[in-house]
């Protein structure tokens, strides 16, 4: 089955304009969670959602949104971006629910954002 | 702020055993441990997970202490194409809110021939 799909793979975009990075989950997750990757803080989460429904929140400034489509289609915003948001940009693909929590998480390849 | 620890760097020889340490002596009891390896800033592979039992698959196998408090990521028979971060990871979950996933600094595992 296909994987996770992130688009775009690489971004260059000026300070204090906004970007808008996509993710298409595996087919049937309900799930789709994203993270920020920098070499200073590793790697941490932004959000979740779940049918379409923000369903838990990191610690990130209200800059950072996202939302999800009725086909479990994720989208991630980013205004006002600032040289710090340069990053790799994951999203994690998953049920979302089952039995006792066990289910895992799928990545995508992940969109390389740098701000200029 | 990351709940588990893991020694930064491990170097294992082609063809022995990768065994690598975690420690998460803060696990609640519904905390799943998760591992995951990332090469070259690709998206993170999975590659398995546990709550309280040892679990294996086809790339790895997964001891858990009875106190749960740590784990060891064993890959049997290292390959040059295992070299990579390995994360071990704890999932925090919420009732009816989802889980999120906790990455630490992660172990950079060299294998060398």
């Known amino acids: 089955k296909a994987g996770v799909t992130q688009t775009p793979r690489y971004l260059i975009k000026t300070r204090g304009q906004q970007v808008t990075l996509s993710c298409s989950p595996i087919?049937?997750?309900?799930?789709v969670s994203w993270y920020q990757q920098t070499p200073g803080q590793g790697l941490q989460f932004l959000f979740e959602y779940f049918s379409e429904t923000q369903r838990n929140k990191g610690n990130f400034p209200g800059r950072f949104s996202g939302r999800q489509f009725s086909n479990s289609r994720s989208e991630m915003n980013v205004s006002t971006l600032e040289l710090g948001d340069s990053a790799l940009y994951l999203c994690?693909?998953?049920?979302?629910?089952?039995?006792?929590?066990?289910?895992?998480?799928?990545f995508g390849s992940g969109t390389r954002l740098t701000v200029v | 702020d990351a709940k588990t620890t893991q020694p930064p760097s491990m170097d294992c020889a082609e063809g022995r055993a990768a065994n690598l340490p975690c420690n998460h002596s803060t696990i609640s009891g519904n905390e799943y441990v998760y591992w995951y390896r990332q090469i070259h800033s690709q998206g993170p592979q999975y590659i398995i997970h546990g709550l309280k039992n040892n679990e294996t698959n086809e790339m790895a196998s997964l001891i858990i202490t009875e106190d749960r408090k740590s784990s060891t990521l064993i890959l049997p028979h290292a390959t040059l194409r295992d070299t990579a971060v390995y994360y071990c990871i704890v999932r925090v979950d919420h009732y009816n809110q989802g889980g999120k996933l906790i990455f630490g600094q992660g172990t950079e595992l060299s294998v060398k021939p």
């Open positions: 994690a693909s998953s049920l979302g629910q089952g039995r006792f929590f066990d289910y895992g998480y799928t």
């Open positions: 087919s049937g997750h309900r799930s």
